[in-house]
Nanobody, 124 residues
Framework: QVQLVESGGGLVQPGGSLRLSCAASGRTFSSYSMGWFRQAPGKEREFVAAIHWSGSGTYYANSVKGRFTISRDNAKSTVYLQMNSLKPEDTAVYYC?????????????????WGQGTQVTVSS
């Protein structure tokens, strides 16, 4: 069992930046690949980014590539999402998720554990 807790969300102006954190507890964090997803009102949950359990590989949705960076610190059992050049369409609840193994996938159904989410609102 893995417990995930996100933090760092908030209100930011277009063009601004935020860094989300996801702290994990429970089983060995370093054996899990991690993903970030988001869900806007009335829309399906969508993939944002994923990172290999070793930190050696990353994968991004086209909509955030070049603006968002996923990283992890296995010593702190934490995964991060640095979000720059934020746009109003980035507004959503952001979730982190964990899956065993190294494959980087974009399908929510392949992740076993989820956090409760943190709200990100991009508005002037």
């Amino acid at each position: 069992q893995v417990q995930l807790v996100e933090s760092g969300g908030g209100l930011v102006q277009p063009g601004g930046s935020l860094r989300l954190s996801c702290a994990a507890s429970g089983r060995t964090f370093s054996s899990y690949s991690m993903g970030w997803f988001r869900q806007a009102p009335g829309k399906e949950r969508e993939f944002v980014a994923a990172i290999h359990w070793s930190g050696s590989g990353t994968y991004y949705a086209n909509s955030v590539k070049g603006r968002f960076t996923i990283s992890r610190d296995n010593a702190k059992s934490t995964v991060y999402l640095q979000m720059n050049s934020l746009k109003p369409e980035d507004t959503a609840v952001y979730y982190c998720a964990a899956r065993e193994g190294g494959a980087l996938t974009r399908s929510p159904s392949t992740y076993s554990y989820w956090g409760q989410g943190t709200q990100v609102t991009v508005s002037s």
